[in-house]
C-alpha cells in the first residue's frame, strides 16, 4: 500500500509560480511512473505531467515550457514547479504512482487557485 500526501497549493496572482510536491510512503517509490492530474472547475481530471523511474518525462501541452516536474527517490518525493501561472491553471492536483499490475495510488488533492 502506498500513500501519496500533496502540499504546496495556494492562491497565486497570474504569472506568478509555486511548487506542488507529493511524499510517498513506502520503499517502492524509485519504480513508480510519477504523475501529476488537475481537475479544474465543471472539467474532467487530465494528466498534466509524468515521469518516469528512470526520469523520462512528459507534459501536457497547455503546460509545456511552464511546469517542470521533478522526482527525488532518497525523499520519496515528486515536484511540480509551476511558474507563469494563469488563471485556467486553477484546479485541484492531484500526485498519482502507477505500478506494474497494481492499480493506480492517488493523493487527496491539493487547491491551486490562480487569481487574474
Known amino acids: 500500500q502506498v500513500q501519496l500526501v500533496e502540499s504546496g497549493g495556494g492562491l497565486v496572482h497570474a504569472g506568478g509560480s509555486l511548487t506542488l510536491s507529493c511524499a510517498a510512503s513506502?520503499?517502492?517509490?524509485?519504480?513508480?511512473?510519477m504523475s501529476w492530474y488537475r481537475q479544474g472547475p465543471g472539467k474532467q481530471r487530465e494528466l498534466v505531467a509524468s515521469i518516469g523511474s528512470g526520469g523520462s518525462v512528459n507534459y501536457a501541452d497547455p503546460v509545456k515550457g511552464r511546469f517542470a516536474i521533478s522526482r527525488d527517490n532518497a525523499k520519496n518525493t515528486v515536484y511540480l514547479q509551476m511558474n507563469s501561472l494563469k488563471p485556467e491553471d486553477t484546479a485541484v492536483y492531484y500526485c498519482?504512482?502507477?505500478?506494474?499490475?497494481?492499480?493506480?495510488?492517488w493523493g487527496q488533492g491539493t487547491q491551486v487557485t490562480v487569481s487574474s
Open positions: 498519482n504512482a502507477r505500478f506494474i499490475a497494481t492499480p493506480d495510488y
Open positions: 513506502g520503499s517502492l517509490f524509485r519504480f513508480a511512473v
